[in-house]
């Protein structure tokens, strides 16, 4: 088969379909990551106009929409974006164990790749510093990684 890995700075996403589904809560970190995303989409060839965006209440139902896309078969790739910040009550373990587990289940269930944009952070700082207008944005890395994941699986399944 060949070398598999591929060069992030090489990654081209034109044809390929992209969806991006992110939460709204904490709307400050979740359209940075947003924003990020969309670049480097753009970037890679895939203008926003031929991006698929949803939008869901929390970092929660992230899972349940990622997988109802996968599953209408137009989606090569889920960006999936949100942000849970710690509390004070053990809510923040729920929410994180929900989102990671449901997604994961989710990508292996339908063999579509999903991209975990999801921050579990300690406090806002810690958020919007990862959801910042630099290299460093999770949406972007997000991004990155399922336009890589889509690229490596059509050429496992194509040659």
Partial sequence: MGKT???????DARGLRVAVVAARYNPKVADGLLKGALLALQEMGLPETEVDIFRVP???ELPLLAQQLAKTGKADAVVCLGVVIRGDTSHFDYVCEGVTQGLMRATLETQ???AFGVLTTDNEAQALARAGGDDHN???E???TAVEMALLKKRIHHG
């Fill in 138 to 140: 999770k949406g972007r």
């Fill in 142 to 144: 997000a991004a990155l």
């Fill in 5 to 11: 890995e591929l060069n992030p700075k090489q990654l």
């Fill in 112 to 114: 579509i790749p999903m």
């Fill in 58 to 60: 929390g970092a929660f």
